[in-house]
């Protein structure tokens, strides 16, 4: 089974991030053939500034390998290295509707939100189709914002089967249901774009203050909170405590006598100890300071071997070259 994930670098990568994508992809390394990348290319439809996507590039790769990535295990790459990503685009592209494109949320939203969309932003579902069909990938691990990108890639794909005879491997997004939107900090999904993170690797001091200034409610502590179950450091707690941990929490708001700093003090401590190991590990990788770059050539070359063999695939049934 071949499996397949990207990550934009648009900024520090996020908790949300990390269950929504990372944790799942690094727990599938012993269950198939895995190719993970940093998707540069995409990260060109959100930001415009050389040096930081350069910068987010290798800081996003450094913290997935940090966080237990092994490039023995798996093929990480750079999408930009392999450019044979923007030919796919290309050939899929000539067969998408529009109108599948004009679906797309976050292409929705930029209008929406009064937005002046690029080309980039509206072909991004098909660059994306190209890079989970350009590795025959049978199973794209993402939070639930991703899914309908996957199922625009699967309509792609099997379009093209019809029309040029079967060629791609039709993918299946693989999504969890318990992480699928971790929230941010205001209670929205959290994400790079809305300021909202809390931070893999953050500064110990910055993510107290971003996790101590979480808005709650105005109840006093005494009161019991029915809700419990709704409250977002409860469900970030979640994430990072023990099961009987954060139940033990949610009974303590539920019944009355838990105060939202004790609350939010307990989060950033599970916080700050469940990334310990790898906040060492990513100390240890960045002593040596080619190693990242070195994983990624690699992952590179790698690479190649598939996307050169799809690429020639999906050229010759479709007409193109000698
Ligand atoms: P962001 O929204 O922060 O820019 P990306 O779009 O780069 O994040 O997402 C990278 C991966 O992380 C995707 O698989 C995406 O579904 C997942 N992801 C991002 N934010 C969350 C979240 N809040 N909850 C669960 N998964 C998320
Ligand atoms: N669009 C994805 C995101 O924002 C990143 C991505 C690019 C990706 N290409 C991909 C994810 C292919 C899975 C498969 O999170």
Known sequence: M???SGIQPSGALHIGNYF????????????????YFIADYHSMTSLTDAAERRRHTRENALDFLACGLDPKKSVFFRQ????????????????????????AHGYK????KGGAPNFGLFAYPVLMAADILLYDSNLVPVGRDQKQHVEITRDIAIKFNQTYGETFVVPEPDIREEVATVPGTDGQKMSKSYGNTIEIFGDEKAMRKRIMSIVMDSRTPQ????DADKNIVIQLL??????????DFANRLRA??????????????????????????????????DYVEQVLRDGAGRARAVAAKVLARARKVSGLGS
């Open 2 to 4: 071949r499996i397949l």
């Open 20 to 35: 929504g994508m990372m944790k799942p992809a690094i727990e599938l390394q012993t269950k198939g053939e895995c190719y």
């Open 80 to 103: 930009s290295d392999l450019p044979e990503v923007t030919e796919l685009t290309w050939i899929i592209g000539a067969l998408t509707p529009v109108g599948l494109l004009e679906r």
């Open 109 to 112: 939203d930029k209008l929406a």
């Open 223 to 226: 009161e019991p909170k029915p």
């Open 238 to 247: 979640k994430l990072v405590a023990p099961n009987d941990v954060a139940a």
């Open 256 to 289: 009355g006598g838990l105060g939202y700093g004790d609350l939010k003090k307990a989060f950033f401590e599970h916080y700050w100890n469940y990334f310990a190991a790898a906040r060492a590990r990513r100390a240890e990788l960045l002593a040596n300071r």
